[in-house]
């Protein structure tokens, strides 16, 4: 059994010793270098630095030294989320009271999300508030950054995230909800328009596998996936298809209320009523499913506050000594309205 003295700054050796690595290894790990490290040995380093209270070199010099007063906002894209920019303006104000500026990357690519990592492992931002859909931003890249210890708070599902703040969502809980609700007034075609993140995962997650459990539970009622929740344009395609084959679905469960919102678009023009010859429902409770014809029923949260998200991060930038891993739990819930 390896022993260290807790008077000693832990060395990337007894990492290396304590994972069964060899030193480079545990540089390539930590560093973020593109070199291919199994996904065991990997875990095993992460593990390993954490047990000892390892930070790298040149992290913790930049933690200690480069204070640059900034905070960087990571997202998927660069706007047309009403939910990012609710985050973003909250972010912004706290900010703001605590003389922070806010820096912005999108990661919408494999190639954006190493730009991303390399950013802030190289000082640009003094914490981060990640929130990132699809697999872009991989585990093992978030935990690598994680172990350096920038101050970080994710908002993710993923399991197995340590070294930082998580927040998370029950939107399968809140998604099959919804579905039960469709269920239980008649409704038995029930299409589900997804997000490609959604649809090209080894398992179901989140909204999809919210929508497949209703359905199992109910037993006599086959699942109807399809995409087209990404944007406006393909999600009234989308829905303009589905509702105009001879066997339309008397349901839509829409990933993203700006899907569903379109799907309400093309009901109305092929000459369909909503909720009568087809519900709709979708996700975000963003306000303007308030202003649609029927009111857009929705899951997600009653209302879109982020103060306490934002919070977590100054919390960690200002304090002493790192503060423990906290994870939230928002509430979300299913919202009924005129459409279903």
Same mark, same amino acid.
């Given at each position: ?20 690595? =060899? ?9 973020? *270098? ?6 065991? $040995? ?40 009403? $939910?990012?920019? *609710? ?16 820096? $912005?990357?999108?990661?919408? =690519? ?54 930082? /703040? ?46 497949? $459990? ?90 879109? /506050?982020?103060? /306490? ?10 304090? /002493? ?17 005129? @459409? @279903?």
């Amino acid at each position: 059994m390896l022993g260290y003295s807790t008077n000693m700054r832990p060395t990337a050796r007894q990492v290396a010793e304590l994972a069964n690595v =060899s030193v480079a290894t545990v540089s390539y790990v930590l560093s973020g *270098r593109d070199r291919p490290v199994a996904a065991e $040995t990997r875990q095993r380093v992460l593990d390993a630095a954490r047990q000892l209270g390892y930070t790298p070199d040149q992290a913790a010099r930049s933690l200690r030294r480069r204070r640059t007063q900034r905070v960087c906002l990571v997202l998927s894209t660069f706007g047309g989320v009403p $939910t990012d920019e *609710r985050l973003a303006t909250d972010l912004h104000e706290m900010a703001d009271a605590r003389g922070y500026s806010v820096v $912005t990357l999108a990661v919408y =690519s494999e190639a954006r999300a190493k730009a991303a990592i390399e950013m802030l492992r190289g000082g640009i931002a003094d914490g981060a508030l990640i929130n990132v859909v699809g697999d872009h931003l991989a585990h093992d890249l978030l935990a690598g950054l994680a172990a350096t210890g920038l101050p970080m708070v994710v908002l993710s599902n993923e399991s197995g995230l340590e070294g930082c /703040d998580v927040v998370r969502t029950p939107e399968t809980e809140a998604s099959a909800e919804a579905v039960e609700h469709l269920l239980a007034t008649g409704r038995r075609r029930i299409a589900f328009m997804g997000q490609r993140h959604e649809l090209y995962r080894d398992r179901p997650a989140g909204r999809l596998l919210g929508y497949l $459990t209703a359905l199992d539970r109910h037993g006599d009622t086959a699942p109807v996936v399809t995409g087209g929740a990404d944007d406006r344009v393909a999600a009234y395609q989308t829905a303009t298809e589905l509702l105009g084959s001879p066997d339309r679905p008397d349901a839509i469960f829409a990933a993203a209320d700006r899907a569903a919102i379109s799907a309400i678009a093309a009901a109305r023009d092929l000459g369909l009523s909503v909720p009568g010859d087809v519900a709709i429902v979708g996700v975000g409770n963003i306000d303007e499913g308030l202003i649609t014809n029927p009111q857009l029923s929705t899951v997600g949260p009653l209302r879109h /506050d982020y103060t /306490d998200v934002v919070r977590l991060l100054f919390d960690r930038l200002q304090a /002493d000594e790192p503060p423990p891993a906290r994870e939230i739990v928002r509430s979300w819930t299913f919202v009924r309205r005129g @459409s @279903s």
